[in-house]
């Protein structure tokens, strides 16, 4: 078993900047993957950025060169830097860990990008 929780969600104006974290516990040896994922009303859940164990990324053409995810396996957690957030960000957040056949979920956590 993993257990996600996420946190650093907020309102913020565009243009402006947002670090989630996600602390991972658990069966945390298991974990190799990790990565965030959006849901905005009425959308389907989509991949915002993931990051390997060794430290390889990939992120969503529409966040490339604003998000940043990194992680810091000391601390079990994984990080994503938003900055230049734009109204479109806004999302219900959610990290993520695949184990094999079983997709671990955070709670999420809400961006809200407004002025």
């Known amino acids: 078993q993993v257990h996600l929780v996420e946190s650093g969600g907020g309102l913020v104006q565009p243009g402006g900047s947002l670090r989630l974290s996600c602390a991972a516990s658990?069966?945390?040896?298991?974990?190799?993957?990790m990565g965030w994922y959006r849901q905005a009303p009425g959308k389907q859940r989509e991949l915002v950025a993931v990051?390997?164990?060794?430290?390889?990324?990939n992120y969503a053409d529409s966040v490339k060169g604003r998000f940043t995810i990194s992680r810091d396996n000391a601390k079990n957690t994984v990080y994503l830097q938003m900055n230049s957030l734009k109204p479109e960000d806004t999302a219900v957040y959610y990290c993520?860990?695949?184990?094999?056949?079983?997709?671990?979920w955070g709670q999420g956590t809400q961006v809200t990008v407004s002025s």
């Open positions: 993520n860990a695949p184990v094999g056949l079983v997709n671990y």
């Open positions: 658990g069966s945390i040896f298991s974990i190799n993957a």
């Open positions: 990051i390997t164990s060794g430290g390889s990324t």
